[in-house]
């Protein structure tokens, strides 16, 4: 049996032909190519050493940079200067860079997710978007941005954990593919995941619950009451706050993630960001048959204002993520509620 290597899955997608596919293709094989350089960075122990300090600067949206940070920035931004890339937008950057204006391609990236957990040894990743050009790429070197996430081509992330790991969708499904360091490319190990549309599993960060608003409250109220609450069944929790890594575990075995917008400064639309973070996310999702909402529409037919923009971010079990909606829609109908629980404020009228 011959092994299926993401490089065989990028031929078979992109054909010989020239084009946006064969674009695509290679801006994906020079991201896996950085990826296993980072990889191998995190790798020598270097961790704890050169990387776990702040660089002593914010990035546009306010975060404190750590110097794995700008490191892994710096790795992907000169990478993608030999990919078909016109436009190069970054978290860690305020504004796209300008890579070849005749290029046909943009590619949106957080170099590093889940940077708060670089000193703790939990998985981080890379979580990228690509986008045909749109607009006038040099003048406005936004425009390419500012599209629905339904006209993503690709999207995907890389998850440094105990595998080095590639979740892909070009739009036909999602795949994940790891990294063989005995074949030294990266292998497929799951082809069209099918994310279970129920779930008894949630992930979010409770610290939170007293800033929420009040349908998130009665949501995660009611998985809290498990078998003894209207959905009459226990559940799980998880909050690893690493997007890539609760992303990975929802791919493979169900679940919901929600950060919801919420009442501390700042984070009224939750921590998220559009552009970079949920929308390449929400596009493996619904590839894989799960849902990916900003509490009730999809975060694919949004359109993004602004670079940074940041958005409230539910996804997973499909089952799961339209019922979170009615929650905020039409929280007195909610299907299991039984009228021993219908005494709160919401569920009254
Ligand atoms: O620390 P919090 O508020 O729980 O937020 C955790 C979330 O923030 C993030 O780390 C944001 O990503 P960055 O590390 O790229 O800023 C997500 O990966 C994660 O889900
Ligand atoms: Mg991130
Ligand atoms: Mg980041």
């Not at 501390?264 to 998220?272: A, L, Q, T």
């Not at 940041?310 to 079990?317: A, D, E, I, T, Y």
């Not at 799961?320 to 929650?327: A, F, L, N, P």
Request: glycine content about 10%; charged content about 20%.
């Amino acid at each position: 049996m011959t092994t299926a290597t993401l490089d065989a899955f990028l031929v078979s997608y992109a054909g010989d032909a020239e084009g946006l596919r064969a674009a695509v293709a290679s801006t994906i094989r020079h991201l896996s190519m950085t990826a296993v350089k980072i990889r191998n960075t995190i790798n020598q122990g270097a961790l704890g050493r050169a990387f776990n300090g702040s660089h002593n600067s914010r990035n546009a949206d306010g975060d404190a940079q750590k110097d794995l940070d700008v490191f892994a920035d710096d790795m992907f931004l000169d990478a993608m200067r030999h990919a078909p890339l016109a436009l190069y937008g970054s978290e860690e950057l305020d504004q796209p860079v300008v890579l070849d204006p005749r290029a046909p391609l943009a590619i949106a990236i957080d170099p590093l997710d889940g940077s708060s957990n670089i000193d703790t040894n939990v998985s981080l990743g890379t979580i990228f978007s690509i986008l045909p050009v749109a607009g006038e790429p040099v003048g406005e070197p936004v425009a390419s941005f500012f599209q629905e996430g339904r006209r993503q081509l690709a999207a995907g992330f890389f998850i440094y954990g105990p595998q080095l790991a590639l979740v892909l969708t070009v739009g036909s499904g999602t795949h994940i593919f790891v990294f063989s360091t005995r074949l030294g490319t990266f292998v497929q190990a799951y082809s069209g995941i099918a994310i279970a549309p129920r779930t008894q599993e949630f992930a979010i960060n409770a610290a939170n619950y007293r800033q929420w608003d009040e349908a998130v409250r009665l949501y995660i109220d009611d998985c809290m009451q498990g078998t003894e609450g209207p959905r009459a069944k226990d559940f799980n929790m998880r909050w690893i706050a690493s997007l890539v890594a609760e992303a990975y575990r929802i791919l493979v075995r169900g679940g919901v993630f929600l950060y919801p917008g919420d009442k501390r400064k700042g984070y009224g639309s939750g921590r998220i960001r559009l552009v970079y973070e949920a929308n390449p996310i929400a596009f493996l999702i619904e590839q894989a048959g799960g849902a990916a909402t900003d509490t009730v529409n999809p975060i694919l037919d949004l359109i993004p204002q602004n670079m940074h923009q940041r958005v409230p971010l539910v996804f997973g079990s499909a089952r799961e993520v339209q019922r979170i909606g009615r929650y905020h829609t039409e929280p007195s109908n909610i299907g299991e509620r039984a009228p021993l629980f219908s005494n709160r404020g919401l569920f009254r009228a």
